[in-house]
């Protein structure tokens, strides 16, 4: 059983469309990030979710919505893409929000917007 | 002063050879340092990590080694092999419900 699984894994679709990302950790951990790795592979927080409740929502354009259903749950919802929104965005669990816990990543979607 | 510097970008490394990664930091609330190795098509995984209270920590062929004063921590990887070549990430963070600040990452390539 894949621990933090995230879908679809290729996602490649036209500027102005809307598209989703799913999101779903087995570890029973609190604690659910979406992260976005350029081309260059620098890794920056968009969000993070503790227990279903927002906690950090770093500068993001609000296109992008996050939603978590549930704590083994967390979505990412991307509005009107741009060019510059191709990236690979990963899905992190970690059992609290301590900084200091490990995070687990899923495998990544790679978004392409054309 | 929330950056993490990671140096070297790139590396490349004979089969058997040392490498070494190298980061600094400014902030010194910091309080946890880790490293995340990534493999290409997946995720980063953590590594290894270290506290301030020691100023080594050893797992296997990875060593972190930490230099409080000089605000700096490396990873060392001893007898390097291809399947070592990832692109590592070492980042910091202070205290509870802070968020880690992430290196810009280092491609290793071990040559065989």
């Known amino acids: 059983d894949t621990a933090v699984s995230q879908t679809p894994k290729y996602l490649v679709t036209q500027m102005g469309n809307d598209k989703s990302i799913k999101c779903e950790q087995n570890l029973g951990h609190d604690t659910m990030y979406w992260y976005k790795q350029d081309s260059k592979k620098f890794l920056k927080i968009m969000f993070s979710?503790?227990?279903?409740?927002?906690?950090i929502n770093e500068t993001v354009p609000n296109r992008f919505s996050p939603k978590s259903p549930d704590k083994a749950h967390l979505n990412l919802h991307i509005n009107s893409l741009e060019l510059g929104d191709s990236a690979v965005y990963f899905c992190?669990?970690?059992?609290?929000?301590?900084?200091?816990?490990?995070?687990?990543f899923g495998s990544g979607t790679q978004l392409s917007v054309l | 002063q929330q950056q993490v510097k990671q140096s070297p970008q790139s590396l490349i490394v004979q089969k058997g050879g040392i490498s070494i990664i190298n980061c600094a930091y400014e902030?010194?609330?910091?309080?946890?340092f880790p490293w995340y190795q990534q493999f290409p098509g997946k995720g980063p995984a953590l590594l290894i990590a270290i506290r301030p209270d020691v100023s080594e920590k050893k797992e296997g062929r990875f060593t972190i080694s930490f230099n409080k004063s000089a605000k700096q921590f490396s990873l060392h990887i001893m007898d390097s092999q291809p399947g070592d070549s990832a692109t590592y990430f070492c980042?910091?963070?202070?205290?509870?419900?802070?968020?880690?600040?992430w290196g810009a990452g280092t491609k290793l390539i071990i040559k065989p």
């Open positions: 992190a669990s970690s059992p609290s929000q301590g900084a200091g816990e490990k995070l687990f």
């Open positions: 979710y503790n227990n279903k409740e927002l906690i």
């Open positions: 980042a910091a963070s202070r205290g509870s419900n802070y968020q880690l600040i």
């Open positions: 902030n010194t609330a910091f309080d946890y």
